[in-house]
T-cell receptor
């Protein structure tokens, strides 16, 4: 096990609603990254937080936002849910940011279904 | 655009055989690659990594080969076991923050 946990495991929402997903990183890891994994695809980078500030962002609209807290927990918020937001959402923690070779440890993911 | 991809979506092998999973990348500036294993219902699990200044790296039962000339890397699993059945992803580290994943190869091991 990686020591990274996520909640909830599954979630069903309707189009237009808002959702908050949670992640608890490994102790001592000050960087958390969020990924979206559509069915049958590889994970796609959403954004990364380092010491509670956004540190990089992929090709996702502003309705995807996040927070990171000092206690190694973090949140992914998605507003105005769309059907295409249905996916597995993964968080990954690492000791630091922006350095090749820094292993990212993934949680089990939250499966979101938007109806 | 530049991306990391895999040659085959599925691979079926017999228990005890060696497995080879391939990946092609297009960003010649990439200098760090990682292989992840993802079992059903779980997040990706780190297997092995390699930097661009290396051609080969070995772990326990796994070997990663990097051919920079043709921008290709492979994951070799020796003596494949049923527990190796999973989806395997190669990922490229993008300078700054992100891992860029390919689509994955599903490895099925029959006993």
């Amino acid at each position: 096990e990686t020591g990274v946990t996520q909640s909830p495991t599954h979630l069903i929402k309707t189009r237009g609603q808002q959702v908050t997903l949670r992640c608890s990183s490994q102790s001592g890891h000050n960087t958390v990254s969020w990924y979206q994994q559509a069915l049958g695809q590889g994970p796609q980078f959403i954004f990364q937080y380092y010491r509670e500030e956004e540190n990089g962002r992929g090709n996702f609209p502003p309705r995807f936002s996040g927070l990171q807290f000092p206690n190694y927990s973090s949140e992914l918020n998605v507003n105005a849910l769309e059907l295409d937001d249905s996916a597995l959402y993964l968080c990954a923690s690492s000791r630091t940011s922006g350095r090749a070779g820094e292993t990212q440890y993934f949680g089990p993911g939250t499966r979101l279904l938007v109806l | 655009g530049e991306s990391v991809g895999l040659h085959l979506p599925t691979l079926s092998v017999q228990e005890g055989d060696n497995s080879i999973i391939n990946c092609a990348y297009s960003n010649s500036a990439s200098d760090y690659f990682i292989w992840y294993k993802q079992e059903s219902g779980k997040g990706p699990q780190f297997i092995i990594d390699i930097r661009s200044n290396m051609d080969k790296r070995q772990g326990q039962r796994v070997t990663v080969l990097l051919n920079k000339t043709v921008k290709h890397l492979s994951l070799q699993i020796a003596a494949t076991q049923p527990g190796d059945s999973a989806v395997y992803f190669c990922a490229e580290w993008q300078a700054g923050t992100a891992l860029i994943f390919g689509k994955g190869t599903t490895l099925s091991v029959s006993s």
